[in-house]
Nanobody, 118 residues
Framework: QVQLLESGGGLVQAGGSLRLSCAAS????????MGWFRQAPGKERVFVGL????????FYASSVKGRFTISRDNAKNTVYLQMNSLKPEDTAVYYC???????????WGQGTQVTVSS
């Protein structure tokens, strides 16, 4: 089992920045990737980006590429989502997830609210 604890959400004005954190605990030695997803009100949860834990390789959705950056601190089993140039359409609950193999997301965090005001 892997437990995830997210933090860092809040209210920010358009153009501002926020950094989300996701700390993993439990059986973290088999984590293949950690990802971020978001769900806006009335919409489905969508992929934001991911990081391969061993290689540090990242991949982003086109809607956030160039504005969001995912990084990791392996010693702390923590990944970060740095969000810059935020837009009102970035408003959503952001979820952290852990994948133990390619294409699978096996564990999810509780979510943290990000609200961007115009």
């Amino acid at each position: 089992q892997v437990q995830l604890l997210e933090s860092g959400g809040g209210l920010v004005q358009a153009g501002g920045s926020l950094r989300l954190s996701c700390a993993a605990s439990g059986r973290t030695d088999n984590i293949y990737a950690m990802g971020w997803f978001r769900q806006a009100p009335g919409k489905e949860r969508v992929f934001v980006g991911l990081i391969r834990i061993s290689l540090g390789w990242t991949f982003y959705a086109s809607s956030v590429k160039g504005r969001f950056t995912i990084s990791r601190d392996n010693a702390k089993n923590t990944v970060y989502l740095q969000m810059n140039s935020l837009k009102p359409e970035d408003t959503a609950v952001y979820y952290c997830a852990v994948g133990l193999s390619v294409g699978n997301w096996d564990y999810w965090g509780q979510g943290t609210q990000v609200t961007v005001s115009s």
